[in-house]
């Protein structure tokens, strides 16, 4: 009886787990989208003259990071699923 309370308790955190990791996932989706478009609407202000190299490369800087830290974000996340797994 214990085995199968257990066994319960394993898929269910798997479930759980997986679940948490879908919505992770969808969420960095919109962060990707949503850098990529701050990067494109600085692109087009800095070239139609509104903003200076230096406010672009500052937008850019900034994308970058975001993007840095949600790649980041996803390598620790594929480590610790690999790992979990062995």
Not at 52 to 80: Q, R
């Amino acid at each position: 009886m214990k085995t199968e309370k257990t066994l319960f308790k394993e898929i269910q955190k798997a479930y759980y787990d997986a679940l948490s990791a879908q919505e992770k996932y969808r969420s960095t989706r919109k962060a990707v989208y949503a850098n990529s478009e701050a990067l494109r609407y600085a692109w087009e202000k800095y070239n139609a003259g509104k903003f200076t190299a230096y406010e672009y490369n500052e937008i850019k800087l900034k994308c970058n990071s975001i993007a840095l830290t949600i790649h980041n974000f996803t390598d620790v996340e594929e480590t610790d699923i690999l790992a979990s797994e062995n």
